[in-house]
């Protein structure tokens, strides 16, 4: 796979900040994503921002099947090509059970990734998820669209 950073520690260097993993617009994709899949580190990584990158569906696959971040409160994936086959693979990790905010804007997303976050039984504590501008969905009682404008 072809990487930015010759290990973890590289791509940690200076951001991370407290159990805060801030990646955002750093070109990464797969590769990084199995260099933080392998880093014993993540363990301690709750909000980990991966905000326009290219992590694709190849990346999130590898994030979602990582033992490793089960304490990610916070994802942010906006904007890294993603595809409801790769938001299928976050509905079904068994290691993400902590999750409450999963941010998918700008993403190829059409409609059965959306319905696999709505019915999954793997994020119990998922609260918010965003797919596009103006397309937030809360869960109180059920899930509930919220439009923002």
Same mark, same amino acid.
């Given at each position: 796979?072809?990487?930015?950073?010759?290990?973890?520690?590289?791509?940690?260097s200076?951001? =991370? +900040?407290?159990?805060?993993?801030? =990646?955002?617009?750093?070109? $990464?994709?797969?590769?990084?994503? +199995?260099?933080m899949?392998?880093s014993p &580190?993540?363990?301690?990584?709750?909000?980990?921002?991966l905000?326009?990158?290219?992590?694709g569906?190849?990346?999130?696959?590898?994030?979602?099947?990582?033992p &490793?971040?089960l %304490?990610?409160?916070?994802?942010? =994936?906006?904007?890294n090509?993603?595809?409801?086959?790769?938001? !299928?693979?976050?509905?079904e990790s068994?290691h =993400?059970? !902590?999750?409450? +905010?999963?941010?998918?804007k700008? %993403?190829?997303? &059409?409609?059965?990734?959306?319905?696999?976050?709505?019915?999954?039984n793997? $994020?119990?504590?998922?609260?918010?998820?965003?797919? %596009?501008?103006?397309?937030?969905?809360? !869960? !109180?009682?059920?899930? +509930?669209?919220?439009?923002?404008?």
């Open positions: 796979m072809n990487v930015k950073f010759k290990d973890a520690e590289e791509l940690f200076g951001r =991370l +900040r407290g159990n805060q993993l801030m =990646l955002s617009g750093r070109g $990464l994709g797969p590769g990084e994503a +199995r260099l899949a392998d &580190r993540m363990e301690e990584v709750t909000w980990l921002d905000d326009d990158n290219r992590m569906d190849e990346g999130v696959k590898i994030l979602a099947a990582c &490793r971040l %304490n990610v409160q916070y994802l942010n =994936l906006n904007g090509q993603v595809t409801d086959e790769g938001v !299928k693979a976050l509905a068994p =993400l059970s !902590k999750l409450k +905010r999963l941010h998918l700008n %993403n190829p997303i &059409r409609g059965e990734g959306v319905v696999a976050l709505f019915s999954s793997a $994020l119990d504590s998922l609260s918010v998820f965003q797919v %596009n501008d103006g397309w937030t969905c809360k !869960k !109180k009682e059920g899930w +509930r669209y919220n439009p923002q404008g």
